[in-house]
Structures are given as structure tokens and as C-alpha cells.
């Protein structure tokens, strides 16, 4: 029995210290050009994808996931924008350098409940925080007829007139010298747009050109500060997938002319870009395509970008070349993640989404989760539903463990006696107590290992709940109206039964309803295992349920109802299955006799 507590403590001490350890919070100017790096190009530079001079004030920014863009440099406000109008997006393309600057989530507030403010995704420089996407050609210093369109290009608006998931626009640039550049952006009913961009040489000779695009973020973001979920850029490259935070980008390699990079030769599939929580803005070539996967950082400028430089092409005279590629700018939904990956062939595209260190528990955990909402229609029925599957699945363990724990408790009164007989020989007790066990054939640890496999269960429940969108300002019941964030309850004004203002307490300390509920649960719970007969032991588990409340108070909702929904069920199977072995536990009656004998003493 006491290997038994003392693998118990281990157990919950191991998951404490992993849970503290994952919810620890830990001007603007162009990016510089991609220099001499391009793909094939023998010789020759590009022209930087200059943007704005962000000289105006920015505006009040309320949240960080969304800034208000303004425009500010003339040359843009004379170019004009298009605008992109679809059922998912909102926004503006610049017709400065043909950017897609401006970007809205229509079916994202910033806030709970309030629409008027939605999730900004991409915005233009002048914004509280530029973020931008920008496409273009290089080509080398001579014998390409006078010059490649970059992000200070003035293009022509040559077909359509809004962007939307039925009608696509096109661009038009001639450089004057015997090039006419041409840009097709179309966008679908999610989040998904296709670039092709065309080249028509009518300048005599054979040019060499290189197509490129730019996802550029002047400064650093505004991140959540999580180390559950990853934020800055992502990619795969053939099969491997990177992710690297934004403070890691200044740590590259200084290359001359190319500033701090990691470069990344992708011979088949793959994909760049940057990622928050919730949203992301990543290019993808064609299925099949190699390019040069770069993350950049222009120490000078502040600038982190992620360049996607395509293989260089030769335009024969009187020729037209042309590449599409894709640009994904919006909320990372599992189905819609999952669906581009298949119909497009996007290598791991799912695993934009940080599924963690337990990837092959959660990534089926989600879909089992997402399977039950289905039925239910409610996220946090679903997660209720979710726990009693896993149990279900779980119960022949469960109920080796409960038989072990019902024989335990029967063995008590015998191991409290041979304890008083070798009280002071620790050896011998230890050598009884183990051939005492083999006899009556209990296995102490047999009530732990449940306890061991539910941590990579928890913690990969707990990723699903922190990083899939899905959790996002889902609804429960009465005032759990975002399962992603703490139960907004608290016990210091009654749950709201005062008309007291509670914003002033420490999240720590003001805890919910079901915070308490799942401490409540948690030592009924407790109350069915073996007592520890060493009063270390005994005092540990003793709190350790009134730690949890308040450790796990300010966590998801979705999490904590998840933890009182399976302390519920594992009572209820551990009391039934100690009752069926001859063991009738009486988790009230003890504590009210316990009260009893400390009144007595």
C-alpha cells in the first residue's frame, strides 16, 4: 500500500509540475530584398518589396489580434485598392505592388459577443501591426528588358472589379521595355487564394526570370505567450516540419546580401508562412513543385518574412510564361485544414494546426471530439460525451484497478497490524508486507497505472481544447459561454447571486463553480482509495485535490468540465465495482465520523 501512495503522488506530483511547466506566460520598414539566394538566378538582385513609410500615427488597437488599417503612403492612396468581398473575407488588394494587405475574419469577432469589431488578419503598412502577402518576378541585371515589377509597382486593374469567390481580378503592369506582367487573383469560399502571375516577352530576346512570393510581418507580434501553442513561422519540407518562433529568427546565420536566413531547398512538396493560435497566412506551390523555403529576418528593418523563391524560368521571345501558386490567409479549421490538404495535395498541411507531443492521441481525440458535436450540437455535451467514450475504453483497466483498490481496502486492518508488530524493524516490515501481498495476490501499483495513462489523455485533451479554433467562444450552458476561456463565475460574490464587481480578485483566487466542482469530485474521488498510514503521504493527497482547484481555476472551462465529468464517472465505476467485491465505502459517512473523532479528542 504504500508503493501504491507513493506511485499515486509521483503520479499527480508529475502532472502538477508538467501543467506549470506548459501554462508558464513567458518603425516599420520594408523587408529587405532577396538578394543573390534566388532560386537559379546566376547573377542579379532583387527589388525590395517596399511598402508605406508608416509615418502616421497608428490608431487605438482594442485586442491583440486585430489592427485597424489606415493608408499612408500617397503613392498607394493614388494606386486605389480592389476590394475582396466573400461570405469568410473582407478587405482590400493595393494596386501599390498588387499586396494583399487587408484583411478581415467575417465570422471571427475580436470579443465575445461583439460583432462590430472582427479579427483582423492582414493589414497594410500604417497598421498597428503590417502583415502582408506580396508576389512579384527577379530577373538579372541585363537582357531583361528594363525592369521586374516589386511591391512599389503601380499595377493596372485590367479585369473585374471586387474579388470574390465567383469573380476574379486581373493586373496589369508593362515595364515599358518590352514586358507586360499580368496577375490573376481568384479567391474560394474559404480562406484560399490562387496567384497566377504571367510574363509576355515581346522584347526580341530570351529574358531569365524568377517568381517569388513575400509573407512579411515588420516587427515583432503580439503573440499569446504560450508555450502550448507555437506562433511564429511554419513549414514543411519535404515531409519535416519546422516551426520556429519569432525571438529564435535573429539567431540565423548572416548571409551577405541576404541577411539573417534559414535557407531550405524543397525538392517536392511543401509550404511556408507564419501562424498564430488560432489563424495563419501561408504560401503553397503546386503539388509537386521544389522551391527555395526561406525564414528571414532584416535585423535593420525589423522585419520577419518568409519567402517562397520558385525556380528561375527562360521567356523565349514572343512568349508567355506563367505560375500559379496559392496563398491560405485565415482561421485554421480542422475540416477546412484537412480538406486543402486532400483535394490539394498539400503535404502536412494539418499540421499547421500545434497538435503537440501527443499527436497520435490528439489528433484522433479531436476527431472523436469533433464526431460527437455532431450528435450533440454542443461543444461542451461533447467534451461530457468525449470523456465517457475514453472511460468506456478505458473501463477494463479501470476495473483491474478498482478490484485492486477494493482488495487493498480490505487488506487494511491486517497491514495496520503488521505495521504495529514491526514497527521498528523498516526491513522486515517491507519484506512481510511484499510476500503478504503475493499471498492474497494484490498488485500495489495495479490502482496506478490508470492514473499514469491518463496524463498523455488530459494533456492531449487539454491541447485539442487550447489550439483548435473550434473552442474559440463556444457555448456550454448559462454563463459558460466560451469554452476556450476560465469559468467567469466566482465564489467571492456567490456566483453572481451578489450585484458584486469581482474583477479586482487575482484569477488565482477567484475560481468558478466548476473549478470547485472538479476539487469536490477529485477528493470524493480520493476517498475511495486505501488510506496512506504514513502521515506525509497522508497530508499530501489530503490537499492535493483544494491544490488542483485552484491551480486548474484560471484554465479552460472546457477542460475543467472535462476534469469534473471524469472524476464523476471514475466515483461511480470505483464505488459500484468496490461494492460488487464485498467493500461498501462510505465516503460521507467518514468524514462525518472523522469530524466526530476530532471533536471528541
Not at 331 to 340: C, F, L, N, Q, S
Not at 512 to 521: R, W
Amino acid at each position: 500500500m504504500e508503493d501504491q501512495n507513493k506511485n499515486m503522488i509521483l503520479a499527480i506530483v508529475l502532472s502538477m509540475a508538467v501543467i506549470f511547466g506548459w501554462t508558464i506566460f513567458f518603425p516599420q520598414e520594408q523587408p529587405a530584398d532577396l538578394g543573390d539566394q534566388l532560386a537559379a538566378l546566376p547573377e542579379g538582385t532583387l527589388t525590395p518589396p517596399v511598402a508605406g513609410d508608416g509615418s502616421s500615427t497608428p490608431p487605438t488597437v482594442s485586442g491583440g489580434n486585430v489592427a485597424t488599417p489606415v493608408e499612408t503612403d500617397m503613392a498607394e492612396v493614388e494606386a486605389g485598392r480592389v476590394d475582396i468581398r466573400t461570405a469568410e473575407l473582407s478587405g482590400t488588394i493595393s494596386l501599390q505592388g498588387g499586396r494583399i494587405d487587408d484583411l478581415h475574419l467575417n465570422e471571427y469577432n475580436v470579443n465575445l459577443g461583439d460583432e462590430s469589431e472582427k479579427v483582423v488578419l492582414l493589414a497594410p503598412v500604417g497598421s498597428v501591426e503590417p502583415f502582408y502577402a506580396v508576389w512579384g518576378w527577379a530577373g538579372t541585371a541585363s537582357g531583361n528588358g528594363g525592369g521586374t515589377p516589386n511591391a512599389n509597382t503601380l499595377w493596372q486593374l485590367e479585369s473585374g472589379i471586387t474579388l470574390t469567390d465567383t469573380s476574379p481580378i486581373t493586373l496589369k503592369w508593362d515595364n515599358g521595355a518590352g514586358l507586360i506582367f499580368r496577375r490573376t487573383i481568384s479567391v474560394d469560399e474559404q480562406y484560399m487564394f490562387d496567384i497566377q502571375q504571367s510574363v509576355e516577352n515581346t522584347t526580341g530576346d530570351t529574358v531569365r526570370l524568377a517568381p517569388y512570393g513575400i509573407i512579411v510581418h515588420h516587427g515583432e507580434p503580439e503573440t499569446e505567450g504560450f508555450y502550448l501553442s507555437h506562433e511564429g513561422l511554419v513549414r514543411v519540407s519535404d515531409g519535416e516540419l519546422d516551426e520556429i518562433k519569432y525571438k529564435d529568427m535573429p539567431d540565423f546565420d548572416v548571409v551577405p546580401g541576404d541577411g539573417n536566413v534559414d535557407i531550405v531547398k524543397v525538392e517536392e512538396n511543401g509550404w511556408i508562412g507564419f501562424t498564430a493560435k488560432y489563424w495563419m497566412a501561408t504560401m503553397v506551390p503546386q503539388s509537386g513543385m521544389g522551391f527555395t523555403s526561406v525564414a528571414k529576418y532584416t535585423p535593420a528593418n525589423n522585419a520577419y518574412q518568409a519567402d517562397m523563391r520558385l525556380p528561375a524560368m527562360d521567356v523565349a521571345a514572343g512568349e508567355v510564361a506563367e505560375i500559379t501558386t496559392s496563398l491560405f490567409a485565415g482561421a485554421k479549421e480542422v475540416d477546412i485544414v484537412k480538406a486543402y490538404e486532400a483535394d490539394r495535395n498539400i503535404d502536412r498541411f494539418i499540421d499547421s494546426i500545434d497538435w503537440g507531443w501527443f499527436y497520435f492521441i490528439t489528433k484522433p481525440m479531436q476527431s472523436l471530439l469533433a464526431w460527437v458535436h455532431s450528435l450533440v450540437g454542443n461543444m461542451g455535451l461533447a467534451i461530457i460525451g468525449l470523456t465517457l467514450i475514453v472511460k468506456l475504453l478505458l473501463f477494463p483497466l479501470a476495473y483491474k484497478s478498482a478490484v485492486s483498490m477494493a482488495k487493498m481496502k480490505k487488506l487494511q486492518p491486517e497491514m495496520a497490524k503488521m505495521k504495529e508488530r514491526y514497527a521498528d524493524d523498516k526491513q522486515a516490515l517491507q519484506k512481510e508486507t511484499m510476500a503478504f501481498y503475493k499471498k492474497e495476490g494484490v498488485n500495489p501499483a495495479a490502482g496506478c497505472l490508470p492514473i499514469f495513462i491518463q496524463i498523455p489523455i488530459f494533456f492531449s485533451l487539454y491541447k485539442v481544447l487550447f489550439v483548435t479554433i473550434e473552442m474559440r467562444h463556444a457555448p456550454f450552458i448559462g454563463w459558460i459561454q466560451d469554452l476556450s476561456a476560465p469559468d467567469p463565475s466566482s465564489w467571492i460574490n456567490l456566483f453572481g447571486l451578489l450585484p458584486y464587481d469581482v474583477s479586482w480578485a487575482p484569477s488565482l483566487l477567484s475560481i468558478g463553480l466548476f473549478p470547485i466542482l472538479m476539487g469536490i469530485t477529485m477528493w470524493m474521488q480520493q476517498k475511495l482509495n486505501p488510506a496512506p498510514t504514513e502521515k506525509t503521504q497522508a497530508m499530501i493527497l489530503a490537499w492535493m485535490p483544494w491544490v488542483f482547484m485552484f491551480m486548474l481555476g484560471g484554465f479552460a472551462s472546457g477542460l475543467v468540465i472535462y476534469w469534473v465529468a471524469n472524476n464523476t464517472i471514475t466515483f461511480l465505476q470505483q464505488y459500484f465495482i468496490m461494492r460488487s467485491q464485498g467493500v461498501k465505502p462510505d465516503v460521507f459517512g467518514n468524514i462525518i465520523n472523522g469530524f466526530k473523532k476530532k471533536k471528541a479528542e
